[in-house]
Structures are given as structure tokens and as C-alpha cells.
């Protein structure tokens, strides 16, 4: 849970709003700009039978109606995180990225 309240806290100051969300449920009304995540997978490293090491990977997607924000280049700047996809929905522009993220200890 740590690791993922940090993940938060970084895509909030990235926004530079509390627009951000961890898997929203659909009664949620979004205010955009804004940052949805959600926890995609969980990578493990293993040895002696056991998981030593676990890294959480999420999906984030900025939206906005700003074709031109500098948004998605703020998160992909953020370490272990690609570039997906993007696309247009209901006028509004969506970049999709994951990113792997262990956080602190």
C-alpha cells in the first residue's frame, strides 16, 4: 500500500492537481485534466522457492482536452515507465503508459 500512496503522491505533483485516481469506480465524477491508474500486474523475481523481490506494474492514463500538454512527458520522464498507446474518446485525449514501481521500503 506504501508503494502505491507514493506512485500517487508523485502523479498528483506531475498534475499539479488532486486529480488523480486509483481505480475509479464508474460513480465517479472525473475532472479533467486528470490521472487514472490501476495495478496491472505484479512482477516476481524468485529464489529458494520464494518471491524475493516483487515490483507492482500499473497503467496510467492521462486525459485531457489539451492535445498539447506536456503531461505525458512529465510521466514518461518517470523511471521504468513506457509509452503505450494514445487515442481520442469523446473529445477528450488519452495517453496511456505503464510503469513499474517498487517505491520505497
Given at each position: 500500500?506504501?508503494?502505491?500512496?507514493?506512485?500517487?503522491?508523485?502523479?498528483?505533483?506531475?498534475?499539479?492537481?488532486?486529480?488523480?485516481?486509483?481505480?475509479?469506480?464508474?460513480?465517479?465524477?472525473?475532472?479533467?485534466?486528470?490521472?487514472?491508474?490501476?495495478?496491472?500486474?505484479?512482477?516476481?523475481?524468485?529464489?529458494?522457492?520464494?518471491?524475493?523481490?516483487?515490483?507492482?506494474?500499473?497503467t496510467i492514463t492521462?486525459i485531457s482536452k489539451?492535445?498539447?500538454?506536456?503531461?505525458?512527458?512529465?510521466?514518461?520522464?518517470?523511471?521504468?515507465?513506457?509509452?503505450?498507446?494514445?487515442?481520442?474518446?469523446?473529445?477528450?485525449?488519452?495517453?496511456?503508459?505503464?510503469?513499474?514501481?517498487?517505491?520505497?521500503?
Open positions: 500500500m506504501k508503494n502505491r500512496l507514493e506512485l500517487h503522491q508523485i502523479l498528483v505533483d506531475i498534475l499539479g492537481s488532486e486529480n488523480v485516481y486509483f481505480q475509479p469506480p464508474e460513480s465517479v465524477k472525473l475532472s479533467y485534466p486528470c490521472i487514472i491508474y490501476n495495478l496491472n500486474n505484479i512482477n516476481t523475481r524468485n529464489a529458494d522457492d520464494r518471491h524475493y523481490l516483487l515490483t507492482n506494474n500499473y492521462f489539451d492535445p498539447d500538454s506536456e503531461v505525458p512527458y512529465s510521466i514518461l520522464g518517470l523511471p521504468m515507465c513506457s509509452f503505450d498507446r494514445s487515442y481520442t474518446a469523446d473529445n477528450l485525449n488519452h495517453w496511456v503508459f505503464n510503469i513499474y514501481y517498487k517505491g520505497g521500503n
